[in-house]
């Protein structure tokens, strides 16, 4: 009757053993992706500091607030310890100062200037520099100083 030969599905024609087609792995490996992610990380805490106006100064503690940020970078201005004076990280004498400010703020937009000045300088240049920045057309100056400094309440 019908009961004759019968075949193995499980071995081919070769005499191996045939496994069933593999699935797709429906799991996401996320190895690889924290691996990036920790070494982006790594990346921009090495930059940062770097990206900053790189003129070490010792600025005056005070209790004010950081001002809201713009679209164009301010110019900073920096004034060290030694009596220098900074555009940026380009010293400059102080008698072309004016000269410079003027060049500088007929090509930019804004007239925002951040005035960064050690603790250890006399007013009196700060406020030489500060008529400078006027005379060259930077009439939005702001003072850099450290947070954490005493307040007028005494706290």
Known sequence: MAGGVMQRASRSGTGRVRRAPRR????????????????????????APLLTVGVPLELPKTAASALPSEDETPLTISLTAEGAVLIQDNEVPMAELVVKL?????????DKVFLRADGSIPYNTVMEVMGALNA?????????????GPTLTGE
């Open 24 to 47: 797709a792995m429906s799991e996401i490996n996320v190895t690889p992706f924290v691996d990036v992610m920790l070494v982006l990380l790594i990346i921009f805490m090495v930059a």
């Open 102 to 110: 003027r060049s500088i703020a007929a090509e930019r937009v804004s």
């Open 136 to 148: 060259g057309g930077f009439g939005n100056i702001g003072l850099v100083t450290d947070v954490g």
